[in-house]
Each structure stands twice: as C-alpha cells, then as structure tokens.
C-alpha cells in the first residue's frame, strides 16, 4: 500500500443531522477524540468536535480540517461514551448532544479561558505610618490604608494569608460582592493579577476565613446508621444505585454530606444535582460551612458564560471538589468523581422538556454506572421509577422516618368543603384556622398551583371569554400587570373595561390564582404581611431572596404560592399549610398526575411543623370520598405509590412499560395531521408486535402559539423492544417528507403529554 498522506477523522458539529461527517488531517499530528477543530461546511468555517480518529472513509477526497482548537480534549472518553450512549437512547443528533454538553463560550470555538489570579502587590509603595511586629511593616502600612474598607481589609489579609487566589475561591469566602472589593484594591494597588490557563490552576485547600458555627451538628441514630449503610453500599464490588427515602424534614442533608467526607478525603470530586439551584441556596451555604476546605461552586443557568465556563474548566481539572448543580451539570467533566448525589429525584425537572429531551437523572445513573461509582438518590417522594427499582431490588432501599429533635411530621387532614362557604376558593374554616395559627405568632402558607388573579375573565351577559388568538385556550387575568396572558405562548393583552363583544361593562372572572388569594387575605388579615411567592412576584433578580429573608425572620406572616414553595424550603414558624386545589388533578387524563398530586402534597405538606411547634395540613377537597386521597392519609406515601404502581401495572403504563412520543406541530393544520398520517402508517407496516402505536390524534392542548399539534404515542412491554423499533423507525421518522412548515420532535420517557 502506498504512504497515505493524510488520515481521516471523524468530525460531529452542531446542526440537527444525524450524521458525523469526515475530513483529513495531517498524520503527524492528528487531534485527539474530545477536541474542537474547525471545520469548513459548504463554505463556512465551523466547529466541530473530533469524535474518531484513523477512521475508514467511504469517501476518497476529504477536505481538510482548518484548525485544531484544543489541545487536550474537552471531553475526555468517558463523557464522549455516555454521550454517545444518550444521542443513541434518545435519538437525538450526536452533534447537538455534544455541544450541548459544553458551556456556552466553548461551543463557538473560543479558547478556553484564562484564570485571573491575584496576589498582593509585593512592589507596591506605601508609605508605613505604624509599625507592627509580627509582620513585615509593609503588611501594617496595607492595613493602615484600608482602615476604612473593612471588607477590603479582609480580603487583602486573606491574600496575605493564602497568596495567589483565583475568583472562585475569593467568591466562596466573600460572598457576590468579592469582584467590587478586589477592583478596589487594584485601583488602590494593594493587589496585582495575572492570568493562567483556566485548566491547570492547583487549588489551595485551607479556607481559613470560613465560618464553622453549624459545621456539625449531633447525628441522629437513624442518620448513623444511615450513613454507615450507605458507606457499606459504596465500598461494594458490586454498585447499585441508593435510594434514601427520607420524610421531609429528616435530614438528608446531613446524610449526604457525612457519606462523602471519606471520598473527598481521599481527593475524589463529588457531583450533587439537584431541581433548582435558586430555590436551594440553603443546599449550598450547608456544604460549604460543612467543607471550607474544599473549593465548592454551584452551576446554573443565572451563571455568566464566564463564570459558568471556569466552573466547568475547574471540576475538569480537578480544581473544584464539589459541584452542586442543576440538571445539566450531569454533563460536567470532573477529573477524580468518586460519587453522585441527586436530591429530590422525584422533582419533574430533571426532565429538559425542549430540545434535546433528556432525563438528567437518568443519565447520571447511566454516568455512574459506566464510571463504576456509587450514586444516591434523596426524596421523600420517590418517583414510581426510583421506587420500582427499589421494589425490584434494582436499587438498595434506606429510609430516614423521624425529624431529629422535637419536630414530628405534621397532621394531614380533608376538609370537606362541599357544604362550606369559601370566599376567592378559601373556606370559612380555613380562614378560621389560619387566624389561630397567626395569633400564637405562627406562620402560614396557602398553596395553589395556578399564578395570577383568575383563569377566566368573561361577560356574563353574552357568554364571551377572554381567549388566546394563538392557542384558542382562555387566558389568565393578571390584575397586578392589568392584562390578560395565556399562559402557554406568553400572549399579553391589555382588558379594556368593556367586553369586545357586546360593549356590556360588567366583565367578571371566575376561579382564582394566587393574586386573587392573596387580595382575599389582605382583607381578612390587614396587618399580617402576605407574601407572594410565584413566578411573577419573584421574577426579578433579588426579589425572592428578599421573600425569603422576611419569611426567615420569624414574624407571623401568610406565604400564598404556587409550586415554587414545594422545593427544599426550611421555614421553621411554619406551622399550619392550606392546599387549595387537590381536586382538578383527581381526575386529569394523564396517568402522571395522580403522582405528582401525591409528591406535591407530601412537598407541601413537609413544610410545615419543622420547628418545635406542631404542623398541621389542610387538604380542601369537594371529594373526600376519593380512594387516592383516603390512601394517602391513612396510609402514607410508600403504600399510595405502590398502589400506583399496581395500576401502571395493570396498564402497562412506564416504569413497568416504556413509552415515547411523535410529537408534530405545524402552522397548517392538515400538513401536520397528514405528515403524522402517513408517518404512523410507514410505521406500522414495521409490523412489530411489541410495540403498539397509538393516534395520530391531536395534542391535549391542540393548537399553541399558532401551530396546531398532534401526536402519537408509542407504547412497548419494555425498554428493549422500543428501542429496537425506533431503532428500525427512526430513519422513517427522518426521511419522512415534511410538508411545509412541520416540525416533530421524538420524546423518549415522555412526562408531559400537554
Ligand atoms: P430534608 O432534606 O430531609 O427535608 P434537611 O436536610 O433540610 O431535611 O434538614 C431539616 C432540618 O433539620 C435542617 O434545619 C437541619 O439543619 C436539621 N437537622 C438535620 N439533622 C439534624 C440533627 N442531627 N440534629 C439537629 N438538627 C438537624
Ligand atoms: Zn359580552
Ligand atoms: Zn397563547
């Protein structure tokens, strides 16, 4: 064979085709798998990410690669592997799953970026007015000059201390405001900086400054023995996944913290994933109080790219030991991993409803099942799936069922409100209860899963309602903002006082949100304050930490909101909790809800009596009677999802079945409907036994921001037989002819079925 001159690689880029596609480099130095290259497509330059090298072209003449852009790859085998596996499960193209797996800076073929560092200017000239002993006069002479700024005096004595630090560590001991106090000292050249590569910067592991008041706190004999389990489960040969199926309030928390302290010991990095990160600053001040040794950062989306870019460059190095992050934070590198955590595994967002459609809890099982480490699970409501692999023994099984100290897990009671007067929805018992709670200095919540003032605003003389010209659904009065929204495509109308139709000027609504209750409260209760806490009372920055600090402080208030209240929240007043619509999701046609009901309930319900007073639950309900409900309260969640799970069972229904859903929209009604059409029937002809489909027929919400919908669901006995007939379908699904303007998505282990 002659002397090639050139080999090919295998390159992925981001753009939704399910194919790689190949170039030529030069032998002598080819990249490395992981490492970015740019590319020219057409003839645009372009990113790309190596995925093979040496390969096998079925084309003679390729191009050749532009440049290489990294040096060391980005993503290192093992990330390509589980990505790889997650664009084959979820059939998503290989490109777009991989860029998705970088932070934003890296996708566009930047160059990794460098680390700052700072130390103290050891030329600067200052003239020393004091002298002091124990240490070299110029350190006294710094002091002297910032005697004023003692924030800045702390952070100069701290460089002092630990010499050079870079931003994440400097954030970690001061707080959001260490950037104004460094550009201070700079401007005041106390300080100097100079840049690193962001890869290769050794951490420092002695936080000297950190506070360790709640560092440890007694454990309870139940979380002892716990964390021993668990310890055990680690050391295993054999791994399998652990769930801690703890009530709320039990202290998981501690849990995981204590069970990891041997890993990060011995240099392993710790991965924490949880729901929402805004929602659980708690999470994140406990580990670092609990760890100031080690270099702890928190990744989400209200990141800078900068920030979030370094975050990920620092767990890839093995700068960073303990990454608590939110669902995508499962994609980051991390050099030594020595185990995951996910806590409230149950909450729905670990699922990315657009896109690229993953399961990020899923995909850390997977992650640490390929890398051999141990995971664990935390709720106090496990998913069905999470519960059934632990009834299938698929997973160990712990359990944590007592508060430690005084606090017990609260009454839960049905108030049937069928014979009760309500006002806005709020029975005359209830409002009762909450003004006893108030008087013994308590605090209150009232929880209700719908946002602004009332879901229907209409004209009670000719029947007209307030609908969405985009979505054909009602749209929800916002009093506040003094507009109708729909709430599916974010419509805005401003409501005139006249009803469009017949000029009537006697516009009315009909339910409530939480707008509504809380103006309910306000008259009822003028001098408590009522605090409000949804997506529109919190959605500007600051605004919900400032909630919550008023919550914190201890005063009888009402707290009246969605489900943003639900997440990990520690209100220790907390003693009396209103749930005001149970019913609607009794009977919703999706089998999910009833699960979700019962999790929400629970979650709820968790918040309240975690001080030393009693917490008591009211659930109103037009249906007492109702078997899920009676379970539920007699018998408690781990019976109640069993239950379920029987009734999946029955049904086939996931975890014991596996699901996956062809969603299609279009702006043409009949394109999408024929393209599904014809679709389903190419399917069909597969002629596959195990899997049955089911529709083409419209999506519950059948038309949404101007594109009618339809889907069909595809129903398997189990997750083999699926995956081999997609496996078979796919290319049908991606070479089907697509009528003008259709759009599909493939949802693999759908939970929204809107
Ligand atoms: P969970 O996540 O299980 O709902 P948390 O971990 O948030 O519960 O703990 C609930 C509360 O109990 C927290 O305020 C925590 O500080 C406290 N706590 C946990 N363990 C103990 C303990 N052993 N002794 C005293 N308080 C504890
Ligand atoms: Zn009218
Ligand atoms: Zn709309």
Redesign the pocket.
Known sequence: MPDSPSIAIRVAIQRPIHKLLDYSCDPKSPPTPGCRVKVSLGNYPITGIVVETDVESEFSELKPILEILDQTPLLDNEMLKLLDWASRYYFYPKGEVLFHALPKNLRKGNKPPQLTLWSINQNAEIEAKTTDKRHPPTFAAFLDQLKRSPKQSELFQYLWENGETDGIQLQNQFGDHWRSYINQLMKKECVVSREIDADYFPRKKVFKHASSS?AT????DE?QQCIKQIKKHFAEDELKPILLH???????????LNAVKSLLADGKQILVLVPEIGLTP??LS?FQQFYPQYSIVSLHSALSDGDRTRAWLGAKSGAIQIIIGTRSAVFTPMKNLGAIII??EHDASFKQQEGFLYQGRDMAIKRAFDAQIPILL?S?TPSLETFHNAEQQKYHYLR?DN???S?NPPDLVLQDIRSLPLEAGISNLMLTEIRQHLNNHNQVMLFLNRRGFSPVLMCPNCNWHATCNNCDLGMTYHASAGKVICHHCALENPISSQCPECNSTKLTTLGQGTERIEAVLKSHFPDVPIIRIDRDSTSKKGSLEKKLHTISEGNPVILVGTQMLTK?H?F?KLTLVGILDVDQALFSVDYRSQERLVQQVIQVA?RAG?GTDKGRVILQTTQPQHPLLMNLLSQGYSETAKQLLNERTLWNYPPIGSQALIRVNAIDEQNAFSFLRSLSEKLKELQNESVELLGPMPSPIARRANRYRFQVLLSAKNRRDLHVFLTNGFPILVKARKLGGVRWNLDIDPTDFI
């Not at 709320?248 to 501690?254: A, F, I, L, N, P």
């Open positions: 709640k706190l007694i454990l309870t979380q703890g009530i709320t309030g039990s202290g998981k928390t501690e849990v995981y708690q999470l406990r806590d409230e935390g106090a944590l508060r430690p100290g606090s990990g520690d220790p968790g975690r």
